[in-house]
Each structure stands twice: as C-alpha cells, then as structure tokens.
T-cell receptor, first 115, second 113 residues
C-alpha cells in the first residue's frame, strides 16, 4: 500500500509497562509527525522529524515519551512506565516537504489503552 | 502564539443542503497555511482542502470550498449538497514555515436524511 501505516492498531497494556508504537510513512516523505488524540478531542502535537535534522520534541508531554526515526523512514514512539492518562489514539502523519503548502497524510492510528 | 478556534462542537444539516463550518485563527505570522481534515467514525484523517495565506482566491475542491477572510482571520469550510457520507468530525488546522501543525477541537457534522 502507498499510505502511512501504523502498528499495532490496538494495544492494551498494564499501567507501568513500556510500549512501542510504529509508523511507516509514505515512501519519499521527508517529514513525519506524531500526534495524540484523546477521546472526543482534537489532535495534540507530540514530535516532528524532518530529514536528518534534529527532531522538534516540544510537544512531548513528559520524559516518559520518546521517539526515533531510523534511516529517515520508519519511526517508533516509545512510552515508558505508561499511565492511564496515556490512553488515547496515537496518530502518525507524513508529508512531502517541510513547508506549509503540503498536506499531511495520516495513518490509521494506534489505539492505546492503559489498564 | 498560534491558535485555532472551532466554536461549533456539533452541527446538523439536511441532506442536499449546504453547511458552513466555522474556523478562526490567531497569528501574527504573515505566512501560513490553512487546512481542513475530515475524520469519519473509522478514525482516519482525510485531507480535504488547503488555503495559503497569500492566495488571492478561495480554494475549492469539488463540493468543498474554503471561505477565506484574511482580515477577519477566518477560514470557514463550506460543504455544498451534503451527503450522508459527510457525517464526520471536521478539523481545521494551521501550519507555518516551521514544524508544527495546530489543530482545532473539531466540529461534529451530522447529515440528516
């Protein structure tokens, strides 16, 4: 498929465990974003990658959250010591270039439930 | 600070009628882009339409048009000839020559048969 893919689609974990969420952007897209969407809410920016530049981590809510992007392609969002308030849908998006005229293409999201 | 405001948490429209979803924004940056996304109940975010801050004409994409009033800092989405499949959440978003996209809180649209 040519779209953004995310895995897993659903993840249930116990409070205190670590989780890893994966995003495969559209091939050739240099920009990659992670967002969090709580139930019935808008999108909360988490982190942004552009090519080989240092990522913009300004949206990460705490130091339990981290992300990396290997080889300018696949990205992994890691949440350590998960809390119940981390329960949300985590959306990944990619875009062709880092200018405002290019729309983001979103993946289907990972629904994270922390029990 | 950048801010996007969608004041209509929920809207209803009769099938085949037109509907306007409101979006206002606040920025001092002269260069920005405005987007509308649709999120059906299945959860995926679907890009609908884009307007650049320097674009002279309102953007149109099929049944979607963006009523861009720069002086009022508004970017309302107009959906003409509503269809049942238009029922979804609609998000207004703004981007800059930088990294972040800013999203509004969304408007839930229900199309009534």
């Amino acid at each position: 498929g040519a779209g953004v893919s995310q895995s897993p689609s659903n993840k249930v974990t116990e409070k205190g465990k670590d989780v890893e969420l994966r995003c495969d952007p559209i091939s050739g897209h240099t920009a990659l974003y992670w967002y969090r969407q709580s139930l019935g809410q808008g999108l909360e920016f988490l982190i942004y990658f552009q090519g080989n530049s240092a990522p913009d981590k300004s949206g990460l809510p705490s130091d339990r959250f981290s992300a990396e992007r290997t080889g300018g392609s696949v990205s992994t969002l890691t949440i350590q010591r998960t809390q119940q308030e981390d329960s949300a849908v985590y959306l990944c998006a990619s875009s062709l270039v880092r200018i405002q005229g290019h729309e983001q293409y979103f993946g289907p999201g990972t629904r994270l439930t922390v029990t | 600070a950048q801010k996007i405001t969608q004041t209509q948490p929920g809207m209803f429209v009769q099938e085949k009628e037109a509907v306007t979803l409101d979006c206002t924004y606040d920025t001092s940056d002269p260069s920005y882009g405005l987007f509308w996304y649709k999120q059906p109940s299945s959860g995926e975010m679907i890009f609908l339409i884009y307007q650049g801050s320097y674009d002279q004409q309102n953007a149109t994409e099929g049944r979607y048009s963006l009523n861009f009033q720069k002086a009022r800092k508004s970017a309302n989405l107009v959906i003409s000839a509503s269809q049942l499949g238009d029922s979804a959440m609609y998000f207004c978003a703004m981007s800059f020559t930088g990294n972040q996209f800013y999203f509004g809180t969304g408007t839930s649209l229900t199309v009534i048969p």
